[in-house]
T-cell receptor
């Protein structure tokens, strides 16, 4: 059963600490999206990649967030230093190409920054 | 860029009644409109979608309608059941990414 795998599922950290979230897209999918979900903003697009190349990261605060795809099976989202306002659920989604017909979402990483 | 608006933000219905969620979009170039269901603690999952060359699509108790002229599309759930309780998101596909509505929290009261 193909699915997007995200780790960790839950993370509690203190302000100022570095946080790294990982995503394993579905094998064969070459497009990966990172979304942030909060009650106030809904689903916000942070960044997306096609064939491991970043296509758009304009939704991401550049001073503290970074996203990479070291290889086709791993996408990472890093926050350094973390702040309480970063508390949210972060979702990774993968598809077969940019604007793919269907996005497959992972279960999300719930981040709490104290 | 595209702007997707979704209403209502919360919806409560009695079991067996119908539920309707409405979305509007701004970019006439958008050509694909999926609906996602998100259960508590889970990621969104696609439940139905419609392309811009189709006006209506049905899948059992779920249907979606699209009015390209007015730039709005709707999700209809008939004979609602408690397991339909979830957050529903509409989306529009632009040239390179998806644009999501803000979600509707549906509660089906047994």
């Amino acid at each position: 059963d193909a699915r997007v795998t995200q780790t960790p599922r839950h993370k509690v950290t203190e302000m100022g600490q570095e946080v790294t979230m990982r995503c394993q897209p579905i094998l064969g999918h070459n497009t990966v999206f990172w979304y942030r979900q909060t009650m106030m903003q809904g689903l916000e697009l942070l960044a997306y990649f096609r064939n491991r190349a970043p296509l758009d990261d304009s939704g991401m605060p550049k001073d503290r967030f970074s996203a990479e795809m070291p290889d086709a099976t791993l996408a990472t989202l890093k926050i350094q230093p973390s702040e309480p306002r970063d508390s949210a659920v972060y979702f990774c989604a993968s598809g077969t190409r940019t604007g793919a017909r269907e996005l497959f979402f992972g279960e999300g990483s719930r981040l709490t920054v104290l | 860029g595209e702007n997707v608006e979704q209403h209502p933000s919360t919806l409560s219905v009695q079991e067996g009644d119908s539920a309707v969620i409405k979305c509007t979009y701004s970019d006439s170039a958008s050509n694909y409109f999926p609906w996602y269901k998100q259960e508590l603690g889970k990621g969104p999952q696609l439940i139905i979608d419609i392309r811009s060359n189709v006006g209506e699509k049905k899948d059992q108790r779920i249907a979606v309608t699209l009015n390209k002229t007015a730039k709005h599309f709707s999700l209809h759930i008939t004979e609602t059941q408690p397991e339909d309780s979830a957050v529903y998101f509409c989306a529009a596909r632009g040239p390179s990414q998806f644009y999501f509505g803000t979600g509707t929290s549906l509660t089906v009261i047994p």
